[in-house]
């Protein structure tokens, strides 16, 4: 008897939850921005999860796609931050308000 | 009870603990450190999942690469830095915690009305080697795949141009001055 895919989905859901959270309580943005890491991998195992279920490599194939997209994210991202500490020497996302009416 | 259960039971409380211990960690190394963790236990998982090349994949790109690139910039950033926990909106600590509960609570239910805990598993018809991966990715979804070359390349040059310094542009008649200023040193040294 193998583990239910349920299990799966649920951890999924938990470790999505988590990184909603981080997103939303934490103020620097490389922890915000490994937050959302967090969801993006919590997507990949309920893809793969159902690819299971499904008997069906497609969704595989999918979370194959999402990995790639997720690296080529990461590397702006983190150059965007870079830049953004350059001008601030802040990486709190609090400090970044120059739009405020 | 089957080694795969056994496996389950021993990883996803781990990947659950470290993803909260990122949460409530101060030092954003510490917390990239945990989050290292996590993607370890889900590489894990997918190999429960039927999907070896994807386990590879996970702990390639994600536990190697991604999470070296994140240490490579907390340690360009200053690392001894101390987050500020003020509260700059009232209530954002507790809508926040509320929200991230309610998202937990709404996929469960999800779960439970879409597929239900029922220990029936189909067997499993799926094998996730580089092999099996290789003839969609090369076939079926070759354009795509073809694409996100062309996005990684353009997500490199994109990481270049935002994180170059700007050097400041020189005049040719600044460079002739500071060559004249130079050759007058040079002189002054032989002499």
Redesign the interface.
């Known amino acids: ?22 997103v ?5 943005a ?2 915000i ?3 959302v ?2 969801q993006l ?1 919590a997507a ?2 309920a893809l ?2 159902f ?3 499904h ?4 969704g ?2 999918l ?3 999402s ?10 991202g ?6 953004v ?2 001008r601030r020497f802040s ?2 996302v ?1 400090d970044a308000r120059e739009l405020r009416g | 009870m ?1 080694l ?2 056994v496996v ?1 039971w021993v990883f ?1 409380p781990i ?2 603990a470290s ?2 211990g ?2 409530f960690m101060r030092n ?1 190394v510490h ?2 450190l945990f ?1 290292i963790v ?2 370890m236990c ?1 590489s894990v ?2 190999l ?4 070896p ?2 386990f590879a ?2 702990i390639i ?2 536990a190697g ?2 999470m070296v ?2 240490l490579f ?2 340690m ?2 200053g690392v001894d ?1 101390h ?3 003020r509260e ?1 909106l009232r209530g ?2 507790i ?3 509320a ?3 309610g ?2 609570l709404e ?2 239910l999800a ?2 009305a879409g ?8 067997p ?3 094998s ?1 080697t580089a092999e ?2 290789a003839k ?2 090369f076939t079926t ?1 070759f354009f ?2 073809e694409v ?1 070359s062309v ?2 390349i ?3 040059i ?3 141009v ?2 170059q ?1 700007k050097a400041k542009a020189v005049t040719l008649a600044e460079a002739n001055a500071r060559n004249a200023e130079r050759d007058a040193r040079l002189r002054d040294a032989t002499k």
């Open positions: 008897m193998r583990t239910p895919i349920a299990f799966f989905l649920v951890l999924s859901g938990i470790l999505f939850s988590v990184g909603t959270a981080g939303l309580l934490r103020k620097n490389l922890v921005f490994m937050s890491e967090l991998n990949n195992l793969v999860a690819a299971r279920m008997g069906d490599l497609q595989q194939v979370a194959f796609f990995m790639i997209v997720a690296a080529a994210e990461v590397v702006v983190l150059a965007i931050i870079v830049s500490y350059r990486v709190n609090d | 089957p795969d259960n389950f996803a990947a659950v993803a909260i990122m949460l954003a917390a990239a989050l996590d993607f889900i998982m997918y429960l999942l039927d999907a090349f994807l994949v996970q790109v994600y690469a991604i690139l994140f910039v907390i360009l950033l830095r987050e500020d926990l700059r954002q600590r809508a926040g915690l929200l991230a509960a998202a937990a996929i469960g779960v439970r597929i239900g805990f029922s220990r029936h598993v189909p499993s018809a799926l996730g099996a991966l969609p990715l979804y795509p795949f996100t996005l990684l353009v997500a490199a994109a990481a270049m935002l994180a310094r």
